[in-house]
T-cell receptor
């Protein structure tokens, strides 16, 4: 059974600071997704990472994938309040078809 | 256009009621999904339709009954629900035949309260 672990689960940071969210998964996969969810809202697709070494950046967020380590990171640069949300990573195992989500990281950016 | 729409946005129902949730997409996607999400938890997969046929049922109780009338529409019929079924119900769609390999686009959700 595929397990996806995120850490930290809660992250409170100051504006202007940098931080990284980690996503580990337990079986082989070469496709990993990052989603953002604002309170009471739906999930917004941020990144899809397709292969080992993939790196994608959008604004202050940068995501990377290391399939050998079964690890993805979501790096936040110079955080701003608008980034406050819950961030989920989600993985499809190589032989499967289901999207398995991590528990989510609740990010709060304080002024 | 990457929009998935869901109606209603909010629903309050009693345990003896019958209601339906509706989901629609016009992106030509051939896979559609229902998820259930409790507060501060990740979405949990309930059902997957692929080419209008039910391909995955994650052992969901029969009080939830999905229906896919055509490639653009997905319904979730609700009957005799329990208070613990209160949650945000999310619909998603994706392009591929199995859906698992393509980005899933989520609708805004229906917030359901069962009294």
């Amino acid at each position: 059974e595929l397990k996806v672990e995120q850490n930290p689960l809660f992250l409170s940071m100051q504006e202007g600071k940098n931080y990284t969210i980690y996503c580990n998964y337990s079986t082989t996969s070469d496709r990993l997704y990052w989603y953002r969810q604002d309170p009471g809202k739906s999930l917004e697709s941020l990144f899809v990472l397709l292969s080992n070494g993939a790196v994608k950046q959008e604004g202050r967020l940068m995501a990377s994938l290391d399939t050998k380590a079964r690890l993805s990171t979501l790096h936040i640069t110079a955080a701003v309040h608008d980034l406050s949300a819950t961030y989920f990573c989600a993985v499809v195992e190589t032989s499967g078809s289901r999207l398995t989500f991590g528990e989510g990281t609740q990010l709060t950016v304080n002024p | 256009d990457t929009e998935v729409t869901q109606t209603p946005k909010h629903l309050v129902m009693g345990m003896t009621n019958k209601k339906s949730l509706k989901c629609e997409q016009h992106m030509g996607h051939r896979a559609m999904y229902w998820y259930k999400q409790k507060a501060k938890k990740p979405p949990e997969l309930m059902f997957v339709y692929s080419y209008e046929k039910l391909s995955i049922n994650e052992s969901v109780p029969s009080r939830f009954s999905p229906e896919c009338p055509n490639s653009s529409l997905l319904n979730l019929h609700l009957h005799a629900l329990q208070p613990e079924d209160s949650a945000l119900y999310l619909c998603a769609s994706s392009q591929g035949p199995t859906g698992g390999w393509e980005t899933q686009y989520f609708g805004p959700g229906t917030r359901l309260l069962v009294l």
